[in-house]
């Protein structure tokens, strides 16, 4: 997969670190990109498919759901649930919810690994 910005997720190899392709649109938050943006970029999944550049926290709101999806509060564990991400907030906004739940999860996966080393 290739990527851009100063991250780098499990599934990014470092040979695939693109330079940061600034201007283009957002499928999911329908923003543009620019320089300071981390995120990934989409291609080949068919010929006539155009590359996708994807902000890396949209690109998790569209793999994990809602906040309210990973918190359970949704209508997936609660019947009749209309939680979803939250009606203030812009589709980046409520990203950027998940892409913190995402990055908070990995330090804590990261402790236990280490803890289990430990041990
Ligand atoms: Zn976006
Ligand atoms: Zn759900």
Redesign the pocket.
């Known amino acids: 997969m290739k990527w851009f910005g100063e991250w780098r997720g499990p599934n990014c190899e470092a040979e695939g670190k693109i330079a940061t392709p600034v201007g283009f649109v957002c499928p999911w938050c329908a923003e543009a990109t620019v320089m300071t943006d981390n995120g990934v970029m989409l291609s080949d999944w068919r010929d006539d498919e155009p590359v996708q550049v994807i902000h890396r926290e949209c690109f998790r709101r569209m793999l994990l759901?809602s906040i309210a999806?990973i918190e359970r509060r949704?209508?997936?564990s609660v019947p009749g649930s209309t939680e979803s991400d939250p009606p203030e907030m812009t589709k980046r906004e409520a990203a950027k919810l998940v892409d913190d739940w995402a990055e908070r999860n990995r330090h804590w996966r990261q402790k236990e690994v280490e803890r289990a080393r430990q041990n």
């Open positions: 759901g999806h949704c209508s997936c």
